[in-house]
């Protein structure tokens, strides 16, 4: 299984690139130590205090729409945290990932965007809808994704753990995709449908650990029916000519995108 080096660096085990490429998705043990996930914790939670600001949308309950109160979310997203507060930029996480998302898709990955997803205590609604990353996303030559997935805190099926289809990432077409709370002004959020015979794989992780993603596998979580918050920190590689696309499309993965 990967491992944690002396000298910082996470090597992916041999069995653990074949799993991403056949399944499309993998899970990764160990990727933080737990002082590294205590330090990050300390500014994630000034988030979800809102201690930092975060404009309009990028702030926002991706388990209903942009007008519901704050008060009330049930899984508090925060889009580009590392552009609202830029003392991020570099942390550990960032150096970590990029090591694993080189050793998966190859060395010119690069960060796309990153992401906080916190499902709050006892909330049976804080359900991701199963979906595919690319039916958000526009269309480029080269699609390669590595989504890294590291758990805050230990990540259950009580609380919401992630679930994946595995091996959807190698069907022909993406599944069909409509927003789950109205139109896409109303909310971010697109999902699918499960199909007969479709696997699901609950994938309980420890936290520190983390799970690494593609474009196309189906994947989504269930609800928090726990009494603590379900906190993950989401970044996502792609390949530098990608993003490069991305941007001259005025794509930038903030919900505040026209």
């Not at 404009?55 to 590392?82: E, Q, T």
């Not at 003392?87 to 990029?98: D, F, K, P, T, Y």
């Not at 758990?151 to 753990?161: F, H, K, R």
């Amino acid at each position: 299984m990967g491992t944690l080096q002396s000298d910082g660096t996470y090597l992916v085990a041999r069995e653990e690139i074949e799993a991403f490429r056949r399944d499309g998705f993998v899970h990764l043990p160990g990727l933080l130590t737990d002082a590294e996930v205590t330090e990050l914790a300390v500014v994630y939670d000034r988030f979800l205090r809102r201690e930092i600001e975060v404009p309009g949308k990028d702030f926002c309950d991706m388990a209903g729409d942009y007008g519901r109160d704050p008060s009330d979310y049930s899984i508090v997203n925060v889009m580009l945290p590392r552009r609202y507060h830029p003392a991020w930029q570099g942390n550990v996480l960032e150096q970590r990932s990029s090591q694993v998302a080189a050793q998966l898709q190859g060395d010119d990955m690069e960060l796309d965007y990153d992401q906080l997803l916190a499902k709050q205590p006892f909330k049976d609604d804080a359900v991701f809808a199963w979906h595919q990353d690319m039916a958000y996303w526009p269309d480029t030559p080269d699609t390669r994704t590595a989504t890294i997935w590291c758990a805050i805190d230990d990540s259950t099926v009580e609380n919401g753990c992630m679930r994946f289809v595995p091996a959807t990432n190698h069907e022909t077409a993406l599944r069909p995709h409509a927003p789950v709370f109205g139109g896409r002004g109303e909310s971010h959020a697109l999902g699918t449908e499960l199909l007969p015979g479709d696997q699901v794989i609950p994938t309980p992780i420890r936290r520190g650990d983390c799970t690494v993603h593609n474009e196309r596998v189906m994947h989504g979580s269930g609800g928090n029916t726990t009494a603590g918050h379900r906190r993950a920190y989401i970044l996502a590689y792609r390949s530098r000519d990608t993003i490069v696309t991305e941007r001259e499309l005025g794509f930038t993965h903030s919900h505040n995108d026209a």
